[in-house]
């Protein structure tokens, strides 16, 4: 059996926890904030998108991310996925560059770009996997 969301509202919460331990990790954060990759990512099973950037001077975190498309930005780059696909990569069991070329995810955009923010993510696979395994069991896979 997959592991699936309940919906909508449980993706949220959790990719919310997982942004900010991204954005507030000491060794993390500051690198994502350095490489400024502005991201969309869409996620279709869940009718969710969410915008990412660096955090502006003066705003709290390294990173800050809205919900929806009224932004003042423009994304480097765009990613498709579904909520599954998403949940599994932030386990480190999904490669992103194989998941793309199988058509899992969908790019568009400087591909490139966010690739070359995996190796500063790689530590949030297992602060998300402990998440999971303490208060989402469902999601492990």
């Known amino acids: 059996m997959a592991a699936e969301f309940s919906g ?6 959790v990719m919310d926890r997982i942004f900010t331990l991204m954005s507030e990790d000491p060794d993390m954060g500051p690198k994502l904030r350095d490489a400024d990759v502005p991201q969309r990512f869409e996620f279709e099973d869940v009718d969710l998108v969410v915008n990412i950037r660096a955090a502006r001077p003066g705003e709290e975190g390294c ?3 809205q919900w929806d498309d ?35 995810i969908k790019t568009r955009g400087d591909f490139k770009a966010a690739l070359a923010l995996i190796p500063i993510t790689k530590p949030v696979y297992a602060q998300y996997r402990a998440v999971v395994e303490a208060e989402y069991p469902h999601l492990e896979v």
């Open 63 to 65: 990173l800050f991310w």
């Open 8 to 13: 909508p509202k449980e993706f949220r919460v």
């Open 70 to 104: 009224e932004i003042d930005w423009k994304p480097k780059v765009q990613m498709k996925m579904s909520s599954q696909v998403a949940n599994k990569y932030f386990q480190g069991k999904e490669n992103v560059a194989l998941a793309a070329a199988r058509g899992r």
